[in-house]
Antibody, heavy 118, light 108 residues
Framework: QVQLQESGPGLVKPSQTLSLTCTVS??????????WSWFRQPAGKGLEWIGR???????NYNPSLKSRVTISVDTSKNQFSLRLSSVTASDTAMYYC??????????WGQGTLVTVSS | ESVLTQSPGTLSLSPGERATLSCRAS???????LAWYQQKAGQAPRLLIY???SRATGIPDRFSGSGSGTDFTLTISRLEPEDFAVYYC?????????FGQGTKVEIK
């Protein structure tokens, strides 16, 4: 199984754009038939699927976030990224990157906490 | 969008006992694309079961999943100390891959 590691700022100001990167190791992001996904989890709450990208670059997003989300893949760096615009306090959460089939997470990164605050 | 409802919210059991967790979907889950995850405090979720009944790699056989359509069950045959955690179900066959609210299995 591949390993995944999230990175990015832990603090984002309201109305700004949250940007996270997931680095994949132990395998090529271009091989296999995995989707590369982002999930999030506010403290003490449940899990939410944000969106996914395939190695071809095709994407799918949660309709509740679609207007603010962009997920992209950089096969040369074995990375994929999340951008979430116009953030508010309700976007404060632990963000996880994952690999998996369909809309599920087979392998998970350890997560990175993003706080939206001025 | 399918809404998943898990019950009970909390299950208080002793090590060695059997745990039965329920997940009910508001719409039929296509092709039994139903997964179960385990999440321990401060850790990322871990995939336990996919396809309603297939164990993920490395998952002990005390974990089993069953069900189809709208009703699914996760059973832990004999609870080990490391099994006390929160468990989530997820339908992953259609966007947006919705989760249940979780069942906490705690030590009695």
């Amino acid at each position: 199984q591949v390993q995944l590691q999230e990175s990015g700022p832990g603090l984002v100001k309201p109305s700004q754009t949250l940007s996270l990167t997931c680095t994949v190791s132990g395998g090529s992001i271009s091989s296999g038939s995995y989707y590369w996904s982002w999930f999030r989890q506010p403290a003490g709450k449940g899990l939410e699927w944000i969106g996914r990208v395939y190695t071809s670059g095709s994407t799918n997003y949660n309709p509740s976030l679609k207007s603010r989300v962009t997920i992209s893949v950089d096969t040369s760096k074995n990375q994929f990224s999340l951008r979430l615009s116009s953030v508010t306090a309700s976007d404060t959460a632990m963000y996880y990157c994952c690999s998996g089939y369909y809309y599920r997470g087979d392998s998970w990164g350890q997560g990175t906490l993003v706080t939206v605050s001025s | 969008e399918s809404v998943l409802t898990q019950s009970p919210g909390t299950l208080s059991l002793s090590p060695g006992e059997r745990a039965t967790l329920s997940c009910r979907a508001s719409q039929s889950v296509s092709s039994s694309y139903l997964a179960w995850y385990q999440q321990k405090a401060g850790q990322a979720p871990r995939l336990l079961i996919y396809g309603a009944s297939s164990r993920a790699t490395g998952i002990p056989d005390r974990f089993s999943g069953s069900g189809s359509g709208t009703d699914f069950t996760l059973t832990i045959s004999r609870l080990e100390p490391e099994d006390f955690a929160v468990y989530y179900c997820q339908q992953y066959g259609s966007s947006p891959g919705t989760f249940g609210q979780g069942t906490k299995v705690e030590i009695k």
